[in-house]
């Protein structure tokens, strides 16, 4: 499994942005796709995460603001980010959970900054 992030960049605060991460390879294999997020000198943190069966969550700390979904059909899981503040500046990554094992799979990051 592959997965290519992208759609970060720089907003000022209140702002939108639309995350998209595209997997290919062994796609049916996916059982969960996740997004997280890791800001300069702070540990990664879960920000959303969705099931092949379309059940999904959010963070407490980006609940109202942040939403997961996906297109089965381009193989893609989108995070739409609204009401953007300069404490969700970080880099964001997308994670795949595949096979009976959930073996885990990364793509790179896409930087989102937000400007106050």
Request: aromatic residues 6%; contains cysteine.
């Amino acid at each position: 499994v592959q997965l290519q992030a992208s759609g970060g960049g720089l907003v000022q605060a209140g702002g939108s942005l639309r995350l998209s991460c595209v997997a290919s390879g062994s796609t049916s294999a996916i059982n969960f796709v996740s997004w997280y997020r890791q800001a300069p000198g702070k540990e990664r943190e879960l920000v959303a995460g969705i099931s092949s069966s379309g059940s999904s969550n959010v963070a407490d700390s980006v609940k109202g603001r942040f939403t997961i979904s996906r297109d089965a059909a381009v193989n893609t899981v989108y995070l739409q980010m609204n009401s953007l503040k300069p404490e969700d500046t970080a880099v964001y990554l997308c994670s795949a959970a595949a096979g009976r094992r959930l073996t885990p799979y990364w793509g790179q990051g896409t930087l989102v900054t937000v400007s106050s």
